[in-house]
């Protein structure tokens, strides 16, 4: 079974939604791995809260975030997944290593371009007339932030009397619903990147966002 570790920021007395759903799915046989750890830059979050109660060893992570913390935290892990984690990786195996981003790409990523600034962005750009629509996205990461090809995208049509917050919402939603699924297509090497190639199943349709 694929081991895995997840990073995930949270806040100081919140967050880790999606690292607790990637748990509850990994005991439901949604996503067959093992989660081994989870890590996160607040010691005492809402990450390390959720970890307490659904029993999953928890890796405090304080900055400068380097290169051989990273290596040091992912030893016993075959697979590193990014779910909310908002510090730029480093040393990490591109090819082993996922993340999701709760809007299109590459239109909205970047240095800065997370949570609500995501969505505030992607409102703009709405009522400018330029898009229709948001996305979940799925990609294989680098040491730029949001770069590496993207695997998965989910459209998520924006409504007129759309929010940040309401768009927020139903993407978190979206999010939810797809990441452990997705995630367990990638572990067991059904969708794959070799640096150069990305290869998926004969039946999965990625959306052109």
Known sequence: ????IIFASGTKDGGGSGFQELVENSRTGVLNAEIVSVVSNHAQGGVYQ???KLNIPFEH??????????????????WVILSGWLKL?????????????????PQFGGDGMYGHYV????IKAFKEGKVKESAVSM????????EGPVFFQYPVRIRENDTSETLAERVNKIEHGWQSFITNLVVH?????????????DWYKLWDI
């Open 89 to 105: 990786t480093k040393g990490l195996n591109p090819q082993r290593t996922i993340n999701i981003h709760p809007g299109p790409l």
């Open 1 to 4: 079974m694929p081991k895995i």
């Open 189 to 201: 090497e059904k969708i794959k990147w070799d640096g150069k190639k990305l290869t998926v199943p």
């Open 50 to 52: 959720k970890a307490q």
């Open 139 to 146: 990609h294989f990461v680098t040491e730029e932030y949001d």
């Open 119 to 122: 969505h505030e962005a992607v």
């Open 61 to 78: 992570m304080p900055a400068p975030w380097s290169a051989e913390q990273y290596k040091e935290l992912i030893e016993k892990a075959d």
